[in-house]
C-alpha cells in the first residue's frame, strides 16, 4: 500500500476541507441611518445596502405611481432596522451594477431581515447567480407564506391559464410571448403551467412579466400584527425624514 500517497491525499482534502469550513464569513456591524424601501437601506457610514436574495415591490419616488405593497414593505422594514445596529453578511459577489453592496442583514437576535421581508409575504425570492448561499432558506419560507396567503400572495392563482418558461441558469420565468423567454436555449428552459408554480420552484418575473398583484390597490393597509413571528420590538424612536438624504433609489 503506497502510504505517501494515501497521506498525501488526505492532507490535500484536509486543507480542501479547511478552505471550505474556514473561508471567513465577512460579517460586520453597522447602524441604519435611512430605509428606502423593502429591500435596500442606507448606513451611517454611507454605505447603501441592497438585500441579497430577495426583491420588494418598488416605490415610484418620481410621480407616487407605487406598486401595491410597496409602502407596506417599505414600512416593515422600517420597523426591523431603521436606527438600529445591524450585521452584514456578504456572499461571493458584494457589489451590483449600480455600486450597492449586497448582503445578507441580521438583527439583533441573529433574524435575517431579507428572510423575515420574504416571510411576511411583503417580498418574493430573487436568486442570483453567484450569490446563493441561502437560497433554499429563503424559498421555504417563501412557500409558507405562499401558502398562507399573506401580502402579495392573496390573489396568486394556482390555475394554469397561462403558461411560463422559466430559465435554469438566471432563475427567471416569462411569459411565452415574452421576446427574452423566447431566447432562453433549449437546454436552460423549463416549463411552468402556472406562476404558481414558478414561484414555487424559486424563479421570479422578468420586468415585462411582472405578476398581476400588481392589480391591487396600493392602499393595501398591511396588518403588521398578522405577520405570523413573535414578539416584535416597537418602531424605532430614531427619525426618518421625508425623502432619502442622497435622492431616490429607483435601481432594483
Not at 76 to 103: M, P
Not at 139 to 145: E, I
Amino acid at each position: 500500500m503506497n502510504y505517501s500517497r494515501i497521506t498525501s491525499l488526505f492532507m490535500a482534502l484536509a486543507l480542501f476541507a479547511g478552505l471550505f469550513v474556514l473561508s471567513p464569513v465577512r460579517a460586520q456591524s453597522y447602524r441604519v441611518a435611512f430605509v428606502y424601501d423593502g429591500d435596500t437601506i442606507l448606513l451611517q457610514n454611507g454605505t447603501k445596502i441592497r438585500y441579497l436574495g430577495i426583491d420588494t415591490p418598488e416605490i415610484d419616488h418620481e410621480n407616487g405611481n407605487d406598486a401595491p405593497f410597496s409602502r407596506d414593505a417599505r414600512d416593515f422594514n422600517r420597523e426591523l432596522v431603521n436606527g438600529k445596529t445591524v450585521t452584514l453578511e456578504y456572499d461571493r459577489q458584494t457589489k451590483d451594477r449600480y455600486k450597492r453592496t449586497l448582503a445578507y442583514v441580521f438583527i439583533e437576535g441573529g433574524e435575517m431581515v431579507n428572510a423575515l421581508m420574504v416571510k411576511s409575504g411583503l417580498a418574493h425570492v430573487l436568486s442570483c447567480r453567484p450569490n446563493l448561499r441561502y437560497r433554499s432558506d429563503l424559498l421555504s419560507v417563501q412557500r409558507q407564506a405562499i401558502q398562507e396567503r399573506l401580502g402579495i400572495w392573496k390573489n396568486l392563482s394556482m390555475d394554469g391559464g397561462t403558461k411560463y418558461r422559466g430559465n435554469k441558469k438566471s432563475f427567471r420565468f416569462h411569459r411565452i410571448s415574452c421576446p427574452s423567454g423566447k431566447q432562453i436555449a433549449i437546454n436552460s428552459r423549463i416549463a411552468f403551467p402556472s406562476m404558481y408554480d414558478a414561484f414555487w420552484q424559486g424563479y421570479s418575473p422578468c420586468h415585462r412579466c411582472l405578476p398581476r398583484w400588481l392589480d391591487q390597490s396600493a392602499n393595501s393597509q398591511f396588518d403588521t400584527n398578522s405577520y405570523p413571528q413573535e414578539r416584535r420590538e416597537p418602531l424605532s424612536e430614531a427619525p426618518h425624514p421625508a425623502q432619502p438624504p442622497q435622492g431616490s433609489d429607483r435601481e432594483k
